[in-house]
């Protein structure tokens, strides 16, 4: 079965910059999407189609996507973006998580 | 505005069978896939089942394919994941949840209900 891998978690300063990778065979072959989920609540798309913005979500999450790996950014990272971040694809009518990355702030 | 709101979650013995509801609104249901997800507890999102639009196609996680059934009824906008022969390892928050868009197999998921907790102990 297919499978999305991502670290377990990832640390960064305020205002710096945040990546998350997610990998999985010729994952850039097919379409990515990333959800944001704060303790307690459910989750929030952020990224779909490997790099567009749902309405709504600031500009300073951006995404790509090639070779085998995904990336999902933040630049100037906020406080409030420390949370748990999942990785998402399809692959032969199966929708596949990743195992998630808890983003700590500090 | 979007909302889901599930319901039907409990405590069940282990071989049991519970159905959840999920009652839509905000969107014309029916021009959509719907899906449910779950959660362990702390542990990540697990993807169970996505129905199309028109309810004709069907696709399940290997881990309850057999077990549990997906279905809609888009008169009452409401779906339904009828869950059998429920084993501890369901125990989980799941998630009702709406597609972006009509095509299955290729659309992420743009909103989520609060969840609804399933337990499965004796």
């Known amino acids: 079965s297919y499978e999305l891998t991502q670290p377990p978690s990832v640390s960064v300063s305020p205002g710096q910059t945040a990546s998350i990778t997610c990998s999985g065979d010729?994952?850039?072959?097919?379409?990515a999407c990333w959800y944001q989920q704060k303790a307690g609540q459910s989750p929030v798309l952020v990224i779909y189609?490997?790099?567009k913005r749902p309405s709504g979500i600031p500009e300073r999450f951006s995404g790509s996507n090639s070779g085998n790996t995904a990336t999902l950014t933040i630049s100037g990272t906020q406080a409030m973006d420390e949370a748990d971040y999942y990785c998402q694809a399809w692959d032969s009518s199966t929708r596949v998580f990743g195992g998630g990355t808890k983003l700590t702030v500090l | 505005e979007v909302q889901l709101l599930e319901s039907g979650g409990g405590l069940v013995q282990p071989g049991g069978s519970l159905r959840l509801s999920c009652a839509a609104s905000?969107?014309?249901?029916?021009?959509?896939?719907m899906s449910w997800v779950r959660q362990a507890p702390g542990k990540g999102l697990e993807w169970v089942s996505s129905?199309?639009?028109?309810?004709?196609?069907?696709y399940y996680a290997d881990s309850v394919k057999g077990r549990f059934t997906i279905s809609r009824d888009n008169f009452k906008n409401t779906l339904y994941l009828q869950m059998n022969s429920l084993r501890a390892e369901d125990t989980a928050v799941y998630f009702c949840a709406k597609d972006l868009s009509a095509a299955v197999t290729s659309t992420p998921i743009d909103y989520w209900g609060q969840g609804t907790l399933v337990t499965v102990s004796s």
């Open positions: 010729k994952l850039g072959n097919k379409y």
């Open positions: 129905l199309s639009g028109s309810g004709g196609s069907t």
């Open positions: 905000g969107f014309t249901f029916s021009s959509y896939v």
């Open positions: 189609q490997d790099s």
